[in-house]
């Protein structure tokens, strides 16, 4: 059965830290992996990944895949309050049904 | 430019009616993705629309719930003889999707519809 899981569930770290989120997953055909972030109520998206190894990098957010592992980490360096969020892994199966792990909640303090 | 829009954004109903919750997708966008998000849960697949294709139905809990998506655009998704259980987020997705034979995986999220079935 396809499936991601998520690792921590919850993280709480003070300001400036840096953080390491693990999405791991076991899904038939696979093509891509993306992050996501759910602050309120609609995820954002993050970084699409596609190629083994290839660092994605946003500000101080970076991803990086490894195929061979079947899994993905997200990296937050300096962390601000405004990081607090859940963070959501999704990989598509091979008829682009979605599935999501059931996300790491960050919760960083001032 | 306007985002997934998706209406009502809250619906309390008692057990046993029907409701239809609606998404707005981008202009555009050929894919279009219901999920349902209960509380402290990631989002759970519940419908696929691609374009003309029949939809990817493999996800929806129960025959209890439909979905619809008139002109490529709109989609509605019934929930019939709600029960307590229903109770969670209904999040709609839109991305670009299979497009010149490249499929786009980047999915646009609505601010989704708070359904509390009391």
């Known amino acids: 059965e396809d499936k991601v899981v998520q690792s921590p569930l919850s993280l709480v770290v003070h300001e400036g830290d840096t953080v390491t989120l693990n999405c791991s997953y076991e899904?038939?055909?696979?093509?891509?992996l993306l992050w996501y972030k759910q602050e309120k109520k609609a995820p954002t998206f993050l970084f699409m990944l596609?190629?083994?190894?290839i660092e994605k990098k946003s500000g101080r957010l970076s991803s990086i895949l490894d195929k061979k592992e079947l899994s993905s980490i997200l990296n937050i360096t300096a962390t601000q309050t405004g990081d607090s969020a859940i963070y959501l892994c999704?990989?598509?199966?091979?008829?682009?049904?979605?599935?999501f792990g059931t996300g790491t909640s960050l919760t960083v303090i001032p | 430019g306007a985002g997934v829009s998706q209406s009502p954004s809250n619906k309390v109903t008692e057990k046993g009616k029907d409701v239809e919750l609606r998404c707005d997708p981008i202009?555009?966008?050929?894919?279009l993705y219901w999920y349902r998000q209960s509380l402290g849960q990631g989002l759970e697949f519940l419908i696929y629309?691609?374009?003309?294709?029949?939809?990817?139905k493999s996800g929806l809990p129960s025959d209890r719930f439909s979905a619809e998506r008139t002109g490529g655009s709109v989609s509605t998704l019934t929930i019939q003889r709600t029960q307590q259980e229903d109770s969670a987020v209904y999040l709609c997705?839109?991305?670009?999707?299979?497009?010149?034979?490249?499929?786009?995986?980047?999915?646009?999220f609505g601010p989704g519809t708070r359904l509390t079935v009391t």
């Open positions: 997705a839109s991305s670009l999707g299979l497009a010149g034979g490249h499929i786009t995986y980047e999915q646009y």
């Open positions: 899904v038939t055909n696979f093509r891509s």
């Open positions: 596609t190629s083994s190894g």
């Open positions: 999704a990989v598509p199966n091979t008829g682009n049904q979605f599935y």
């Open positions: 202009s555009g966008h050929t894919a």
């Open positions: 629309f691609q374009g003309n294709s029949a939809p990817d």
